[in-house]
């Protein structure tokens, strides 16, 4: 904890470097574009629990190290990425007559600025996606919200209608998953809730304060990906700063956008964690980050999105009535009337 | 039409009127009001249990308590050589394995059924809830279930007196 406190100075230290730099160099995006790349490479390092899990100074050293690494990486391709752009670009650049620099320049803004357009396009096709696939019609939809409510309303009913069906001899047992099963269910789903709701709202006003275009869709997107353990917050959150970084080259603003996602993740942290990690059914990283791309390979980005949250909530109920297993294994098997004498 | 709507109100509420009249036929719940009633019936769960079904065995994890609403239980506790001795005899309206509600891990005795018997049985999982949620109607579960077992200990301890008191007259050294 008091690393990432320390994390979160340092972080404002770069802000104010990055906003000097940006009056101080205000003609070479390429330079501003790559120094704001790292800084958000670095809070990505920084921040991330997987990368952040120890406070041992050591590793704070390393992951500095591992995002000055990303962030060269990142540069030798974005410096290649432009060469291509360059290469392939027939419009004659406007500042032709002001030397190579400029000219250099002046096309890749123009180039740049072509992709905004698409960015902002594909940005909207793939929420109407997400829409089309997660609320195929609202005619679907009205029907799913009533049978949920009216499930609701009956589920104590149906859980005893349910339990005296069951033999005596695995009453206990199946009693006993169910309200277990319901009771970390309901945890999981309270602290989900919780969780995503404070997410969404937070994350939903600092895009609106930043002036961020489809500040509330994405918001939406966002309370969504913070289901998926580990990784979720970062699918959405690293989006808008990486647009802006790239598209706009605003670096106050991608700087804010940063630090609003780490502050927002950080306060989070501080909330909820210890209330997920009683709640969630325990997933390797890497295991959560398969679980994802299997579902998105599978069912598309609504997979993606809901894989975790449904195999959780399976899991939930598994382990419970593995935990419950042990009752019914001792008061079915083991026989006391083979010798009874009353 | 008053069943119909009864049979509703009982359907969404997930809550019958006739386990409701039983539960005032068992003493240990006397103490609770009406509305506790209410709230408390929702936890239950009515077993039936034919004659010599066993209900649970020594030895087993302590998970359940069970209160008897027509019947009788014996308690079984097993000798050497196979051999189980009856040591406790429980009649309507009495509690048995209440070591449920108050942490017990496994039950030093088995229980069955004496003769076809109905039994609401309350999971510990759901007393705990009720615990966190009306504490108050949990603490007069409590002191009912509690004054019985102190009940039981002392009639127990009374005719072990008693019994030591014979011995002693018939001079029996045991």
């Known amino acids: 904890m008091r690393t990432n406190f320390l994390l979160t100075l340092l972080l404002l230290l770069l802000v104010l470097v990055l906003l000097l730099l940006q009056y101080v160099l205000p003609a070479i995006p390429f330079f501003k574009s790559s120094l704001i790349i790292a800084f958000w490479v670095f809070i990505l390092c920084s921040c991330h629990p997987l990368l952040a899990r120890s406070v041992h100074r050591k590793y704070l050293i390393l992951r500095i190290i591992l995002a000055l690494l990303l962030a060269g990486i990142w540069i030798a391709i974005e410096g290649q990425l432009f060469e291509l752009l360059l290469s392939q670009s027939t419009a004659e650049p406007h500042a032709m007559k002001n030397g190579f620099l400029s000219r250099r320049l002046s096309a890749r803004s123009a180039q740049w600025l072509e992709f905004v357009g698409a960015a902002q396009s594909s940005v909207i096709s793939f929420a109407d996606r997400i829409a089309s696939e997660l609320w195929p019609s609202a005619g679907r939809l009205l029907p799913a919200i009533l049978i949920a409510l009216l499930i609701l309303a009956l589920w104590q009913a149906l859980r005893r209608w349910f339990l005296e069906l069951i033999p005596n001899a695995y009453f206990v047992f199946v009693a006993h998953g169910l309200s277990e099963s319901g009771r970390r269910l309901g945890s999981y789903i309270r602290s989900e809730t919780m969780q995503a709701s404070l997410t969404a709202l937070l994350w939903g006003g600092a895009l609106w304060l930043l002036s961020i275009p489809n500040g509330f869709l994405l918001s939406v997107a966002m309370a969504m990906a913070s289901l998926i353990p580990y990784w979720g917050i970062w699918f959405i959150g690293f989006a808008p700063p990486f647009l802006t970084a790239v598209f706009s080259g605003n670096a106050f603003q991608v700087a804010a956008l940063a630090i609003a996602l780490s502050a927002i993740w950080l306060l989070r942290r501080v909330l909820f964690a210890e209330r997920m990690q009683l709640s969630r059914p325990r997933i390797a990283a890497i295991g959560s980050l398969a679980w994802a791309l299997l579902g998105a390979f599978l069912v598309g980005s609504s997979g993606l999105l809901l894989v975790l949250p449904l195999s959780s909530i399976v899991l939930i109920i598994v382990r419970a009535f593995l935990q419950a297993r042990s009752t019914i294994v001792r008061e079915v098997d083991l026989d006391p009337l083979a010798h009874l004498s009353p | ?174």
């Not at chain 2, 409701?20 to 609770?32: A, N, P, T, V």
């Not at chain 2, 709230?39 to 998970?63: A, D, K, Q």
């Not at chain 2, 030093?108 to 949620?133: C, M």
């Open chain 2, 1 to 174: 039409m008053r069943p119909i709507l009864q049979r509703l109100k009982e359907v969404f509420s997930a809550h019958s009127y006739e386990d409701e009249s039983l539960l005032d036929e068992i003493s240990l719940f006397s103490q609770l009001s009406r509305s506790e009633k209410k709230g408390f019936i929702l936890l239950l769960h009515r077993r039936n249990f034919g004659v010599n079904e066993v209900i649970y065995c020594e030895n087993s994890p302590v998970s359940a308590a069970y209160f008897i609403i027509q019947g009788s239980v014996g308690l079984f506790k097993a000798k050497g050589d196979g051999i189980q001795d009856r040591v406790h005899y429980v009649s309507q309206g009495k509690c048995f394995s209440s070591a449920a509600l108050f942490g017990g891990s496994s039950s030093f005795t088995s229980a069955q059924a004496l003769e076809a018997t109905s039994v609401f049985v309350l999971l510990r999982n759901d007393f705990l809830t009720l615990v966190g949620e009306q504490p108050g109607t949990a603490m007069k579960i409590l002191i009912a279930v509690g004054q019985e077992l102190h009940a039981d200990w002392a009639e127990s301890r009374t005719e072990f007196l008693a019994l030591t008191h014979r011995l002693t007259n018939a001079n029996i050294v045991v």
